[in-house]
Each structure stands twice: as C-alpha cells, then as structure tokens.
C-alpha cells in the first residue's frame, strides 16, 4: 500500500477565507486525485493532478473555486478559497499505485465552514 | 459516462452471520475495474477487494469474496463470518482501464452502510 499523508485533518474556517490542503506521497506516483465527500454523501471526483500539467477538472468544479498545484510527482496541495457553508466536506486526495491499478487515500481532512 | 448504483442504503447483519451488499454498474467500455472500499468512522478509506473485469474467476480476501456478473454488470460483496470492526459505510466503485486512457478517477455509488449486531 501507499503512504499518503494528508494535512490538515481537520479544520473550522471563516466564511471568504481559503484553506490549502496538502497531500504528500511515499513514493513516485503518476496521478494524484482530490475527492469531496459532503456530509452523509458519496465521494465525488473535483480533479485529476498530474505533474507537469494544469490538473483536469470534473463537471461542476472550476479552477479558480479549487487551484490544484503538483510540483513534483510526490506532492500535490488543493485550495478551497472563498469558502461558504455548502463548502464543508470532507476533501480527500489518493492516489494510483503504479502497475497495481489500486487506488489508496489520504486519511481526509474534515472542513467546516461558519 | 458511466455510474454505479448501491440499491441498499443500510444493511445489518448478525455477528458471525454472512451478508451480500449489492452493486450494479453501467458502462460501454470492456476494460475496467471495479473495488469495494470501506470507511469506518474514522473515514479512512479501506480498499476491501479488486475486481479486473477481463478475469473470469471472481476475486477473494479472506472472509470478503465478490460475485461478478460481466453480462448483469452486477458486483456484489459477500462477507463472511461477520465481525463488529466490519461495521462501516461500504463504498462500490468503478474505474476505467488502461486501453480506454485510463488517466479517470473513480466512480463510487452512494454506499451502503453495514451494522453488525453483537
């Protein structure tokens, strides 16, 4: 399995403010993953991060709302910026492990925001 | 675009007892792969099993072991043996291969959440 650290696990934000998650990996990897997953929800893919390139957005998120950076293929941080209530989720990145075609996850971070 | 569908929104087992949750999913594609992962309270998530869907033989972890039916686009998971740390939100999910570009995320159903009754 992967080693993924992710930080912040948790955190309570002001509305209009941003909060930059961070996700770092054990190893080399290709593709990193940023999830949401609302309160009671399913995980819904926001975008793909691949080092090297403007990461691919999903239907429905947008890159000002969520700036992904990859600087190298160890690392990837997402923003959430000018964050409102319906912005309280948790935001999970994983990643692809290669040549396993297995996905593994960060541990999450839980965001509030009042 | 494909979707995954979890028709059981609880479900809840006797300890020790055997319990199937259901999964069925929609796609055009011949290549893929579907998992079940699992989040407990402390929301990690848990990859419980691995399904290539160009092989046959249905895939086995120890007590998780899944019924996959290409032609139905059915994945079901079969747990055995019920345990109380079984006891969590289960997650089904899909991902496209490698030949189809393989670069997508996965695609999770809503989930099923299993209760292990002592």
């Known amino acids: 399995s992967a080693v993924i650290s992710q930080k912040p696990s948790r955190d309570i934000c002001q509305r209009g403010t941003s909060l930059t998650i961070q996700c770092q990996v054990d190893?080399?990897?290709?593709?990193m993953f940023w999830y949401r997953q609302q309160p009671g929800q399913s995980l819904t893919l926001i975008a793909t991060a691949n080092q090297g390139s403007e990461a691919t957005y999903e239907s429905g998120f947008v890159i000002d709302k969520f700036p992904i950076s990859r600087p190298n293929l160890t690392f990837s941080t997402l923003t959430v910026s000018n964050m409102s209530p319906e912005d309280s989720s948790i935001y999970l990145c994983s990643v692809v492990r290669p040549g396993l075609e297995k996905l593994f996850f960060g541990s999450g971070t839980q965001l509030s925001v009042l | 675009a494909q979707t995954v569908t979890q028709s059981q929104p609880e479900m809840s087992v006797q300890e020790a007892e055997t319990v199937t949750l259901s999964c069925t999913y929609d796609t055009s594609e011949s290549d893929y792969y579907l998992f079940w992962y699992k989040q407990p309270p402390s929301r990690q998530m848990i990859l419980v099993i691995r399904q290539e869907a160009y092989k046959q033989q249905n895939a086995t972890e120890n007590r998780f072991s899944v019924n996959f039916q290409k032609a139905a686009k059915s994945f079901s998971l079969k747990i055995s043996d019920s345990q109380l740390g079984d006891a969590a939100m289960y997650f089904c999910?899909?991902?496209?291969?490698?030949?189809?570009?393989?670069?997508?995320?996965?695609?999770f159903g809503k989930g099923t959440h299993l209760i292990i009754q002592p």
């Open positions: 999910a899909y991902r496209r291969g490698m030949t189809g570009g393989g670069a997508d995320g996965l695609t």
């Open positions: 190893s080399q990897v290709t593709m």
